[in-house]
């Protein structure tokens, strides 16, 4: 059984930075595909960002998703953050592939808070 524990949610202003962690127990992170979703007040959840097996994954302007193998570990980092950003951010594990469709996620998270003041 795979185990997800998110940290490092916040409160900070626009243009700010936070890096989110997701400790993975159970299995080896690098067994599996690991991704971040977010879910904003009155809103579906959505894909961020997620990483292969061979800790390849794309970056965006603001965000970069990266894993660290010997503390089973992977991570979030958002930079520029704005007020839109505002969502509870969950980790998300797949045995099978990087999934962009929330109910296709084998394992989760129970979600860290970030907010974005302006």
């Known amino acids: 059984q795979v185990q997800l524990v998110e940290s490092g949610g916040g409160l900070v202003q626009a243009g700010g930075s936070l890096r989110l962690s997701c400790a993975v127990s159970?299995?080896?992170?690098?067994?599996?595909?690991m991704a971040w979703f977010r879910q904003a007040p009155g809103k579906e959840r959505e894909f961020v960002l997620g990483?292969?097996?061979d800790g390849r994954g794309p970056t965006d302007d603001r965000f970069t998703i990266s894993r660290d193998d010997a503390k089973n570990t992977v991570y979030l980092q958002m930079n520029s953050l704005k007020p839109e950003d505002t969502a509870v951010y969950y980790c998300?594990?797949?045995?099978?592939?990087?999934?962009?469709?929330?109910?296709?996620?084998?394992?989760w998270g129970q979600g860290t808070q970030v907010t974005v003041s302006s």
């Open positions: 159970g299995r080896t992170v690098s067994s599996l595909y």
């Open positions: 990483i292969n097996r």
């Open positions: 998300a594990a797949n045995l099978g592939g990087i999934t962009t469709i929330p109910r296709r996620v084998d394992y």
